[in-house]
């Protein structure tokens, strides 16, 4: 796949891809292991089954654990914390109250003013970010300074867009960690 003269490499059922949105690489996990994923230039570190992710959006940078653990985000500065594993996180971003279930239920979340809606094991996943709104149900979409991302919430296909360029991969639990779909 090619976005924007980006070369992207997603394999068809396992190993490692590699996309390059905008000249940022970004580095996917085939299924497990860790992956590096960029926009705009920010380094996005996610682990793909387990373990740790870093995560980057315009310069933030936003830790996030991927199944246990605690994990701690940064959207435009704004420190958030979120559970990875149990109980409740109360996140806040430039002042906003976010809220988010560290394992079931749903969290509402809050970047900027913009409500975000993040379920954080099972339900919807409604994330905003940047005045961008999104929402799944089942599936979970995601949005970046206004681009739409959709990111499957565990079954199959993700479709991912930054800046205009369409990306599509597998992800999976938004806000906590990401996973290709071999579907």
Do not use: L, W
């Amino acid at each position: 796949m090619t976005a924007i003269g980006a070369p992207m490499d997603a394999p068809g059922g396992g190993g490692r891809s590699t996309m390059t949105a905008i000249g940022a690489p970004m580095d996917a996990a085939g299924g497990v292991g860790r992956s590096t994923m960029t926009a705009i230039g920010a380094p996005m570190d996610a682990a793909g089954g387990g373990g740790r992710s870093t995560m980057t959006a315009i310069g933030a940078p936003m830790d996030a654990a991927g199944g246990v653990g605690r994990s701690t985000m940064t959207a435009i500065g704004a420190p958030m914390d979120a559970a990875g594993g149990g109980g409740r996180s109360t996140m806040t971003a430039i002042g906003a109250p976010m809220d988010a279930a560290g394992d079931v239920g749903r969290s509402t979340m809050t970047a900027v003013g913009i409500p975000m809606d993040a379920a954080g094991g099972t339900g919807r996943s409604t994330m905003t970010a940047i005045g961008a709104p999104a929402g799944g149900g089942g599936r979970s979409t995601m949005t970046a300074v206004g681009t739409p991302m959709d990111a499957g919430g565990g079954v199959g296909r993700s479709t991912m867009t930054a800046v205009g360029t369409p990306m599509d991969a597998g992800v999976v639990y938004c806000g906590k960690f990401f996973k290709r779909d071999h579907n």
